[in-house]
């Protein structure tokens, strides 16, 4: 496989990639693996809020904004453990949500 059939399916499928590494944080993980996930999060929906922004997708660039704000790693929110598990299931499922509609879209337009 070519470093551009990766790329393509890395980006294609990045929401499916993103819920899995939020649902492995419901298990007992090192905390630089929660630290990982903070950074690679906060750039992501980083990224995708701009690009929502620039496509004047308003509800999505701010859903993906308070996303950013959620995970940001320079001055972190302190929430116990139970409540950090709630917020990765439902930000997972939310991301699974997004990655369906995205793949569907593209098999029902054959893009």
Known sequence: MNSEK???LIVRHKW????????????NM???YYQFIRFIT???????????????NNKMAITMFVLVIIFQPVEPIVWGRVIWKIIDVLVAIFLLNLW??????KIKNNC
Not at 16 to 27: P, Q, T
């Open 42 to 56: 906060t750039i992501v929906f980083s990224i995708s809020a701009i690009y929502y922004e620039a496509i004047k």
């Open 100 to 105: 369906y509609k995205e793949v569907w879209f």
């Open 6 to 8: 990766i790329k393509h």
């Open 16 to 27: 499916l990639i993103m819920a899995i590494l939020l649902l492995i944080c419901l298990f």
């Open 30 to 32: 090192p905390y630089f």
